[in-house]
C-alpha cells in the first residue's frame, strides 16, 4: 500500500496494488504542468486508488477529448490524469 497527499494536507489518498509502466514525459503539457523537463508518471487501476480524505476538496479539467486531470483547489496541485482510453488506469504525476 501506498499513501500520499496534496501540498496542503487536504486531499490523502491511498494506493492499494501495483504502480507500473513509471515514465518520464517530455510532452509540452507535462512539462507546463510540473515545471521542470519532464513529468514523472506512473499508472495505476483506478479501484486500487482510494481517496481517504478531502473530496470536496478534488476539483477536475478536462486537458482533451477522454482525459481529466484532477487536482487540489487548495494548492493547485494535480495528483491524477484519468483518460478513457485506459478506462480501469489513471496516471499519477
Given at each position: 500500500m501506498y499513501q500520499g497527499s496534496c501540498l496542503c494536507g487536504a486531499?490523502?489518498?491511498?494506493?492499494?496494488g501495483r504502480i507500473d509502466s513509471i515514465i518520464h514525459c517530455?510532452?509540452?503539457?507535462?512539462?507546463?504542468?510540473?515545471?521542470?523537463?519532464?513529468?514523472?508518471?506512473?499508472?495505476?487501476?483506478?479501484?486500487d486508488l482510494i481517496i481517504k480524505?478531502?473530496?470536496?476538496?478534488?476539483?477536475?479539467?478536462?486537458?482533451?477529448?477522454?482525459?481529466?486531470?484532477?487536482f487540489c483547489k487548495n494548492v493547485d496541485l494535480q495528483f491524477t490524469t484519468v483518460m478513457k482510453i485506459f478506462q480501469s488506469d489513471c496516471a499519477l504525476g
Open positions: 486531499v490523502t489518498i491511498e494506493i492499494h517530455h510532452c509540452s503539457r507535462c512539462r507546463k504542468s510540473s515545471g521542470t523537463a519532464y513529468a514523472t508518471n506512473g499508472f495505476i487501476a483506478t479501484n480524505a478531502g473530496e470536496g476538496f478534488i476539483t477536475h479539467y478536462e486537458a482533451a477529448l477522454g482525459k481529466r486531470r484532477h
